[in-house]
């Protein structure tokens, strides 16, 4: 996960939080949470299963493919994104590459419910001209397995859009996310888009907080006949509007991550983060003003990753902590 972002969205308001610790199983519709990794506390990853179960959590992104927690995943009906992680760039030039790690990562584990296939994660500089052909390489490996029904997309930031404000002016500032587009819209798949309020805020000081933490205001943002109540929607709005821009209307969004760190700074607060992950968690379901339909959204993190590298923000983002498992805040996982 790629942490430094400059989202200039100069709007203003927000909307609610509620926050109860829920420990009995619930189904969880639309909100899945990411899964990293990058800890030396963390418990096992037959354990963080078991966590997901209890909690009644649906859906879970991995970085790359792990055997351990595929195991653990097997026969059970959580839903996962599994990012392709090393050997992108193999795949993306050798079709033979991407059939063998098709064969060892999905065909190997029938028992799991992979649902995406993340081609590269917050790719930039020359890695990008890898994403069409790595996805078209596996979507090829797929269709000779005959699991077409996985889909291959890729996951990409906020940064990928030279216009983000209004909502209404989002576009692709480069023409390889016009050809990412266009080939997702070929082959039914989503775009996965990592989208950080908490970035946007602390860059953009002038956004209002409430409208980056879904709480209530008296404020709101109307563009083309639209009314926007906190800065999420307006950006995923913004990469709908993109993806309209590049001829591919109908490619569907998955926010493959989005979360607010507890710890780090002044906005990075336990508070801010409870408010903020509450929010989504009971927000996404109503989807945004451009689609009003239940947008699928992963919560990043599961658990604090102490061994992170860069400021304290970085290791913070986690509903949890590890080994113990205890809650870093207590938030409530709704229908």
Known sequence: MARQRTVAMALVVGVILASTWCSSPVTVQSIGVCNGKVGDNLPSRAEVVR???????GAMRIYEPEPETLLALDGTEIELIMDVGGGFAAIASDPAAAAGWIRDNVLAFPGVRIK??????????????????????????????SRTDVKVSTAVKMSVLGSSSPPS???????????????????????????YPYFAKRDTPDIDLGFALFKQSTSTVSDSGLTYTNLFDAMVD?????????GAPDVPIVVSESGWPSAGDDLATVANAQAYNQGLIDHVGKGTPKRPVPLETYIFAMFNENQKGGAVTEKSFGLFNGPDKTPVYPVKFNN
């Open 51 to 57: 966590l997901y179960k209890s909690l009644g959590i």
């Open 116 to 145: 995406y296939i993340a081609a590269g994660n917050e790719i930039e500089g020359s890695d990008t001209d890898n994403i069409v052909p790595a996805i078209k390489n596996l979507n090829a490996a797929l269709a000779a397995a």
């Open 169 to 195: 002016e989002g576009a692709f500032k480069d023409p390889y996310m016009t050809e990412v587009a266009k080939m997702l819209k070929a082959t039914g798949a989503p775009l996965l888009a990592n989208v």
């Open 238 to 246: 913004a990469v709908y509007s993109a993806l309209e821009k590049a």
